[in-house]
Nanobody, 125 residues
Framework: QLRLVESGGGLVQPGASLTLSCVCS????????IGWFRQAPGKARVAVSC????????QYRKSVEGRFTIRRDNANNTVNLYMTDLKPEDTGVYTC??????????????????WGQGTQVTVSS
């Protein structure tokens, strides 16, 4: 079974940067599509970004395009989400997930089979 563990969350000021890491174990993460999702208090979970296996494609939620970058670190079996120019609207519990469905990645969370525990990101003055 693929296991995913997130880290890197914290409390930061608007405009700051954070890097979230999704460390995978049990199976090589490069064989899975990986997505990052977030859920703000009182709101539904939404997709933030995804990366396909072997980096065939990436996708980003429109509100984070140009600010967030998803990238694999295959040597460490990790997928990182580099976040810059953070805004209060980016606040939420960020969770990574993996899909074993072949093809390009999508931001549709129903395609993802394995989920991590989540890490809190708070952007506030």
């Amino acid at each position: 079974q693929l296991r995913l563990v997130e880290s890197g969350g914290g409390l930061v000021q608007p405009g700051a940067s954070l890097t979230l890491s999704c460390v995978c174990s049990g199976l090589p993460q490069e064989h899975f599509n990986i997505g990052w999702f977030r859920q703000a208090p009182g709101k539904a979970r939404v997709a933030v970004s995804c990366i396909s296996r072997y980096d065939v494609n990436t996708q980003y939620r429109k509100s984070v395009e140009g600010r967030f970058t998803i990238r694999r670190d295959n040597a460490n079996n990790t997928v990182n989400l580099y976040m810059t120019d953070l805004k209060p609207e980016d606040t939420g519990v960020y969770t990574c997930a993996a899909s074993n469905i072949p093809g390009t990645c999508t931001l549709w969370e129903d395609k993802y089979n394995s989920w991590g525990q989540g890490t809190q990101v708070t952007v506030s003055s």
